[in-house]
């Protein structure tokens, strides 16, 4: 395996230097897994302050939250009887309900508790496993209702910054027949590699990235995580890899807890950044020993205080991502906290 990069450097007069000639070095990076390349910079970039919520959840209560428990049963929809008897499934502080913007066939939200704002240093894995395990249940329903449904997803939107329209913490999960580009790629990816190498992908990958170290964060029993060699995000995002499993209903309670520990950890180093906002997602496919449950977690940010998306046109139209820090000086303090 080889992680393949192009080091290339722009040239300018810089007014911050007395218009000297500075030059600006960067990398073009391919994703071992899809072959998609990414733009990394190592610029002095400094995390805006984490602002003042209040305001924003304030606001937030005072819009309607379909999600708090006095309007929950009223507000939200029910799934058929044949699907989910009871209507809504509940574990603990949990409730999963239908989504009202389908993505796929089956879509559930679960929403993670009756409180309307958790901070993301206050997701510990005892706050997120009862949201957690109501999803493994809807998946094992979708499943056992439809054994044609091939691929599942669990995705998480937090805070306004991540595209989500709810402060009140909530997953989604999707079930259904087709893998979205990305997935399909990463299906695709491990077929061609296991043709052209005779042998497993996520082994040959995670035993070259704990053998270099420069990325490798570290292990709970069941998962494995590591920096994304090439970043997904303004902000170097971090993967995580199921070491044995390649679809949901698999997974025991034990594994749960491997992944929302480190997780947690994840969020309390995104805390210390100041950095409150997230995506998530966790891709899965039934029915194939050679793909491995694994989820790309992208810290989300106002990169200035003029409050700018840190989204652009080379994302959005050229669907060519781009990190303004390696992931390389990044891994050392996700590290530490991870392992603390």
């Not at 989910?84 to 574990?91: D, L, M, Q, T």
């Not at 805070?159 to 009140?168: A, F, K």
């Not at 979205?180 to 990958?205: A, P, V």
């Not at 449950?293 to 050229?318: E, F, M, T």
Request: aromatic share 12%; glycine share 4%; proline share 7%.
């Amino acid at each position: 395996m080889h992680l393949k990069r192009i080091k290339s450097t722009s040239n300018l007069l810089n007014p911050l230097n007395n218009f000297q000639l500075d030059k600006i070095p960067f990398e073009i990076r391919s994703d071992p897994l899809t072959g998609e390349t990414g733009r990394v910079f190592n610029l002095q970039y400094n995390i805006p302050d984490r602002p003042d919520l209040k305001k924003i959840i304030t606001k937030s209560k005072n819009i309607f939250c379909p999600f708090c428990p006095e309007t929950l049963s009223k507000s939200t929809p029910l799934f058929p009887k044949e699907l989910v008897s009871e209507g809504r499934i509940k574990v603990g502080q949990a409730t999963l309900i239908p989504n009202l913007v389908p993505f796929d066939k089956y879509a559930g939200v679960s929403i993670v508790s009756q409180e309307h704002y958790i901070g993301i240093e206050d997701l510990t894995p005892q706050k997120m496993e009862d949201a957690f395990s109501a999803i493994l249940l809807f998946i094992q329903r979708v499943i056992d209702f439809d054994p044609k449904v091939q691929y599942v997803y669990v995705n998480w939107n937090y805070m306004p910054q991540s595209g989500s329209s709810l402060i009140h913490p909530h997953l989604q999960v999707n079930c259904g027949y087709n893998p979205t580009n990305y997935h399909r790629m990463q299906i695709e990816g491990c077929k061609k590699y296991l043709l052209e190498n005779n042998s497993n992908f996520w082994q040959d990958f995670m035993m070259l990235e704990k053998e270099q170290g420069d990325r490798y964060i570290g292990e709970t029993k069941s998962t494995f995580w590591v920096m994304s060699y090439v970043p997904q995000t303004f902000l170097p995002d971090i993967w995580c890899i199921f070491k044995k499993h390649n679809f949901f209903t698999q997974l025991q309670r034990n594994n749960l807890l491997d992944f929302l520990q480190g997780l947690s950890r994840i969020f309390n180093y995104m805390a210390t950044e100041y950095i409150y906002s997230f995506n998530i997602s966790m891709f899965s496919v039934k029915n194939d020993a050679d793909f491995k449950i694994n989820a790309k977690i992208c810290p989300r940010i106002l990169p200035r205080a003029i409050g700018n998306s840190d989204r652009s046109y080379l994302q959005v139209l050229h669907k060519e991502p781009y990190s303004v820090m390696t992931p390389e000086s990044i891994c050392p303090k996700v590290r530490k906290i991870f392992n603390e």
